[in-house]
């Protein structure tokens, strides 16, 4: 089975680097073509994926085409290329392009993935949701669920839900990026080193969301093992709570949910 990238870009070599690295497909399975030639040279160098000549020998001879350009280049598909992937199976990771938006550039393809995937693809350990166009096959699922397997994990919702869960998983990593940046910032004024500082931060960040996830446990219950009366935590989440951590959380989160629906609209 081939698959074309068209886009070889972060979000593109993060997912042919996948494919090879988990041996989901061989490196003369896959196929890549971007604008000036730059991404697809570094895919080209890092999977050993082939420079196609153009888009439409790429997606004249991928089984599965995935478009990991960016969102405005999506109308830049000819007819020529749309009629070219009839019957195939069109993956898109392109952000705020709904699945009507792909239909009317592609309205001949088996069927249409739209994915939201995150930046710790690149080592494997990406979260992404996405959702189908038409009711999937079992074999479509099938070569989803692999492909997507090859960045972390992945978990279907209904396109709807994807605003709230790009904001999720999507962004998720600038925040918690800019949550340990802060950390550490705020730790290196009070003389802790700003190396180490990130550190710790990241690593019980890590260690506290992976035993969030082992225990399935409630977060308040792990919340409550960590607090003592008048202690430490308290003082910290007590502070965080008057300064409005709950309110900048919901605000920001409608924000950003309403922006992606804005993108979904064609708004700039
Ligand atoms: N980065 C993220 O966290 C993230 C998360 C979720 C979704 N996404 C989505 O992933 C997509 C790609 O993002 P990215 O971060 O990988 O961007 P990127 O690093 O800027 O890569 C974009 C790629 O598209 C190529 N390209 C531009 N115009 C093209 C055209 N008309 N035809 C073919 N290829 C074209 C570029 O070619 P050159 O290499 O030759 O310049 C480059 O390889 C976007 O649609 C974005 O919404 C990204």
């Not at 996948?18 to 160098?45: F, H, P, R, T």
């Not at 405005?72 to 070219?84: C, G, K, V, Y």
């Not at 930046?119 to 096959?137: A, D, H, L, N, R």
């Not at 430490?232 to 629906?261: M, W, Y």
């Amino acid at each position: 089975m081939k698959i074309g990238f068209i886009g070889a870009g972060n979000m593109g070599r993060a997912i042919a680097n996948g494919l090879v690295a988990k041996g989901v497909c061989q490196a003369n399975a896959l196929l890549c073509i971007s604008a000036s030639g730059k991404g697809s040279a570094i895919m080209a160098e890092q999977t050993g994926a082939s420079i196609a000549s153009s888009k439409l020998e790429l997606i004249e001879q991928s089984d599965i085409v995935v478009l990991a350009f960016k969102p405005q280049h999506l109308e830049t598909i000819s007819e020529e290329e749309a009629t070219a992937a009839s019957g195939k199976l069109v993956v898109s990771v392109l952000a705020g392009r709904s699945l009507a938006s792909m239909k009317d550039v592609f309205p001949d393809a088996a069927n249409l993935v739209r994915v939201m995937p995150n930046t710790p693809s690149q080592i494997g350990k990406g979260v992404s949701t996405f959702c189908f166009e038409k009711v999937p096959s079992d074999e479509q699922k099938e070569t989803v669920e692999e492909l997507l397997a090859s960045l972390g994990t992945a978990y279907e919702v209904v396109e709807e839900q994807l605003h709230v869960a790009t904001v999720i998983n999507g962004c998720g990593p600038a925040f918690y990026f800019r949550i340990a940046q802060l950390i550490s910032e705020a730790a290196d004024k009070r003389g802790l080193d700003k190396d180490l500082a990130l550190r710790l931060a990241a690593e019980t960040g890590i260690g506290s969301l992976e035993l969030l996830l082992a225990s399935k446990r409630d977060p308040k219950d792990l919340i409550d093992e960590v607090v003592s009366p008048n202690g430490v935590t308290h003082a910290l989440l007590t502070s965080l709570d008057r300064q409005g951590l709950p309110a900048i959380i919901e605000q920001s989160t409608e924000d950003a949910a309403n922006r992606s629906i804005e993108l979904s609209q064609n708004k700039k």
